[in-house]
């Protein structure tokens, strides 16, 4: 019954290693009343989780978004990560790390919390569809309008995805892959979990942090290892116009890194294959994953 | 340790009635990873849900509008509900009816889920403070923005709430008692988890659905009842000055009903005290609640 069984995984429940099915929290948890909680994805490359530093930054800045006063530090939750990467023992792994502003009677004010909760999904790291890389993402233009920042700040990694699922649940309506996301301007903001890139010519661009979007690791590493290979890397707005006229799009996300766009809104982008530029990419941003693996381990 | 334990509470945990402690979902559930799940408050007189049928109705509304099929029938939760209140057994009980769109692998694609769970939270319902009626609220107005119509409607009573937990958090750090939640018109829209009133000489006005906020089921019961006592009932925008310098205004919420507002941003409201108006229309409303009660027991 359950589609999930055959999948190789184990929780950090509050510091205790638990089967996923043993894995629960209290219907009084905020994070479930409230989705008044944070969170962040990374996975493992030979068991190593690739980023870790950048993400525990980038979770500490969602905390603080929310004006929540994190009770975790990195060092305690580098340590509950290892030792739930090591009880699961896979070379592959992806790493949810969620933590709530915990449990206490009901109602919005924070106060009402005792303490946080935290919990560490690892599991095997899915296979992607070879047709993702190969033949590239079918994406649509979501008609949802992804959440201002002045409202819920899409650079905060919460519990509050209702905005992203509604826009997938569009994308999977009209038999695609993903939604881009527009901001109350019209200005593309980002897919529902992946930031967005569009190469015109020479140029390789993805929008701005002010367009209201999550600050990505990998979107952050591309810009700068662009940079140091000479290429154009710009941040800057573009209509959802520009993006079906660009010559390649792609998307970057950490657990699935860059994804090449070949269609929006059912028709080609450029060529409606992955494009050269988005290759090159590619294969530099696999080169500099090889070498930052390396480096971890001198 | 635990703030609660004093209190008297059920729940239901799709269908089965357990104690707090044992209520809890997985953390592979939708309503904890995303906020993807939507909900009702309401509670009982002697022991019969008020309004239940309109909550009912409200929370297909808010299953709707997140383009969620709901599993449950309104029959099935009314007498999950009953069962839920019987085993309470106390005759002034807070209810909260939870539905997530179930567990599954984790994703944003609403199709990973297998099926719906429903949660029924009972518990007593608490006696808010006396100074809220007899002194009034004091409230600020709120940085947060409202979360607009087009990324995640307010008329849908989810589980992404922390656009209003920030904005009460903003309260509780100016010492206030809740924030006012403004569109990015500038208009106002709704307390945390109420709707608001102002009455300027003999006009009685609560924002229009169409400024971003719940469709009150108290809200709409006192817009019909005032005009069915010739008073001037009106749905209008204004804006955070019109507040500050009408002559009265007030809350209203299910759990709450009526309740007065006498300060904003720390300086008085009209008086300062509870306004003629306001009691007026707290008797009218009192009365109507008994009237209603007699007629769910003939």
């Not at 002045?150 to 699922?165: A, E, M």
């Not at 690791?217 to 140091?228: C, V």
């Amino acid at each position: 019954m359950t589609k999930s069984t055959s999948e190789k995984s184990l929780v950090n429940s509050n510091g205790k290693i638990v089967k996923r099915e043993d894995a629960t929290v209290s219907i009084f948890d905020r994070g479930f009343l409230f989705g008044d909680s944070i969170y962040e994805v990374t996975h493992t490359y030979d068991q190593v989780p690739f980023h870790l530093e950048e993400h525990l930054d980038r979770l500490e800045n969602s905390a603080r978004g929310i004006g929540m006063d994190l009770e975790f530090s990195k060092d305690f939750l580098k340590k509950e990560i290892d030792k739930t990467c090591q009880a699961l023992g896979l070379p592959r792994q992806y790493l949810r790390i969620i933590i709530t502003r915990g449990e206490g009677e009901i109602g919005l004010d924070p106060a009402l919390s005792q303490s946080q909760n935290f919990f560490i999904i690892a599991k095997e790291l899915p296979e992607y569809p070879k047709r993702w890389y190969e033949k590239g993402l079918s994406v649509i233009i979501a008609q949802v309008i992804r959440n201002p920042k002045k409202s819920i700040d899409p650079n905060v990694k919460s519990g509050n995805y209702l905005n992203n699922v509604m826009a997938m649940q569009q994308a999977k309506e009209m038999g695609a892959d993903d939604a881009v996301m527009l901001n109350h301007k019209g200005q593309v903001t980002e897919c529902t979990t992946s930031n967005i890139w569009i190469i015109q010519g020479q140029k390789i661009m993805t929008p701005p942090l002010q367009a209201g979007l999550l600050g990505g690791i990998t979107r952050k590493a591309l810009l700068a290892l662009g940079k140091k290979h000479g290429l154009d890397m710009i941040e800057s707005n573009f209509t959802a116009d520009s993006l079906k006229q660009a010559d390649e799009a792609f998307i970057t996300s950490s657990t699935k890194e860059i994804v090449p766009i070949t269609k929006i809104d059912g028709k080609n982008l450029g060529s409606g294959n992955p494009g050269e530029v988005t290759k090159k990419l590619t294969k530099l941003y696999q080169d500099y994953v090889r070498e930052t693996i390396s480096s971890y381990k001198s």
